[in-house]
């Protein structure tokens, strides 16, 4: 049972018929001139057209990258690029971030900008009132995603924009948990810089977008051909950007059946257990269930989820094999221990009800095993002493 639809989604299989051809016979590069290439060119703008559309912008604001992570990079990197001869010199980051917009610090440092990080609270919401004391007109730009991706909580966004705006900033929001997971559009974010990515949403991997707002400043990371409106160099791939585009173009047709697929889950496990949840329910993605069984540390559970058949994450990062206290859940004020205690279970479109429900049953199965083992390595502590 796939349960980490916020890792990746499969791919659909309307969109690897449609990439199929641009795979093989269709290899024209998009950016020459003759009929090879010009379809090629055709075929990204087709996709562009469906993703700006879908976003609610301008088909020339959206520039197609290889990942979330190289959209939120561009966006950051390229906007402290551009504007490095004003004034504004600080960034500020939310603390609870992807590591894809955190670990631009170091870089931007480099810079020569000062880099802080906006607190988060228990739910990794950003807290507005340390944001709006932490602003002033010396803040280049703001980055606070639209959801997290380890809690699922929703971010106040459009306060997020309206107070950044108000000091002159730039706002950057990484929507990668949430494009085209319910209905908005970039303006109702307010967002200057966007970003999503297309293997959250059954696109392929390897393929992102940014949306640039018209008007907004940024240099490009990478330089050569002038492709991307000379804003992301290198030949574009275009059965991945053809496949974004036709995932993003079926997405609203299929049924969802996250929401029903995570209240069977939670059912499950709080009808035979009393587990504390990090989140509520308010204001969370649909698909998204953390939970944390105090005294077991995530690793053990993955591994014995893993091998009851169950695929779940902890969200956090994963070094040398093990798994490093979660960054969100310590940003959140949760103990080193605690930190290394969170289960990420998320929902797809197509999860079953009765697959959710057996999840449960294992996960409660998983923890009574772990527990019992725990309890057996106590007595027989004892005895030995
Ligand atoms: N931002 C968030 C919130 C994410 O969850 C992810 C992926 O896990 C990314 C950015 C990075 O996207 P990509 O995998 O396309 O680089």
């Not at 950044?164 to 997971?181: E, I, K, M, P």
């Not at 490009?220 to 991307?228: D, H, K, R, V």
């Not at 049924?255 to 889950?265: E, S, T």
């Not at 004020?333 to 049953?361: I, P, V």
Request: hydrophobic share 40%; net charge negative.
């Amino acid at each position: 049972m796939y349960l980490d639809y916020a890792a990746t989604t499969p791919l659909l299989p309307e969109a690897a018929a449609a990439m199929q051809p641009w795979l093989q016979s269709n290899y024209g590069n998009p950016s020459s001139l003759h009929a090879e290439g010009r379809r090629a060119k055709d075929a990204i703008d087709e996709a562009r057209e469906i993703v700006s559309t879908a976003l609610g912008c301008l088909f020339a604001e959206v520039i197609f990258t290889s990942s979330g992570t190289e959209a939120a990079n561009l966006a950051i990197i390229g906007a402290a690029l551009a504007n490095d001869n004003t004034r504004r010199k600080r960034i500020l980051l939310g603390a609870a971030e992807h590591h894809c917009v955190l670990h631009t610090a170091s870089i931007l440092q480099r810079l020569g900008y000062k880099v802080e990080l906006i607190p988060v609270d228990r739910l990794a919401r950003i807290r507005l009132d340390a944001l709006e004391q932490m602003l002033s007109d010396d803040v280049l730009l703001v980055s606070v995603m639209h959801a997290n991706n380890e809690l699922g909580t929703m971010q106040p966004v459009a306060e997020v924009a309206r107070v950044t705006h108000r000091h002159g900033a730039l706002y950057h929001c990484d929507a990668v948990q949430t494009f085209l997971g319910s209905p908005w559009t970039v303006q109702d974010i307010d967002a200057d810089l966007l970003t999503i990515s297309a293997h959250k949403i059954h696109g392929p991997k390897g393929i992102g977008a940014l949306y640039i707002r018209a008007g907004t400043m940024i240099k490009p990371l990478t330089t050569g051909g002038g492709q991307e409106r000379e804003l992301r160099a290198g030949t574009e791939s275009v059965a991945g950007i053809v496949g974004f585009g036709e995932a993003v173009r079926q997405i609203p047709k299929m049924p969802d059946n996250r929401r029903a697929a995570r209240d069977a889950f939670q059912q499950g496990l709080h009808s035979t257990a009393a587990i504390p949840s990090v989140a509520n329910r308010e204001d969370i993605l649909p698909g998204h269930v953390h939970v944390r069984f105090p005294g077991i540390a995530a690793e053990t559970m993955l591994i014995l989820l893993d091998r009851l058949g169950v695929s779940a994450s902890s969200g956090a990062a994963c070094s040398s094999g093990s798994i490093e206290p979660s960054h969100v859940l310590l940003a959140c004020g949760y103990s080193e221990e605690e930190a290394k205690e969170g289960l990420r279970f998320t929902f797809g479109h197509e999860t079953s009800t009765q697959e959710a429900t057996e999840a449960a049953a294992r996960v409660i199965e998983a923890a009574s095993q772990i527990r019992k083992g725990h309890e057996r390595q106590t007595t027989e502590g004892k005895l030995r002493s």
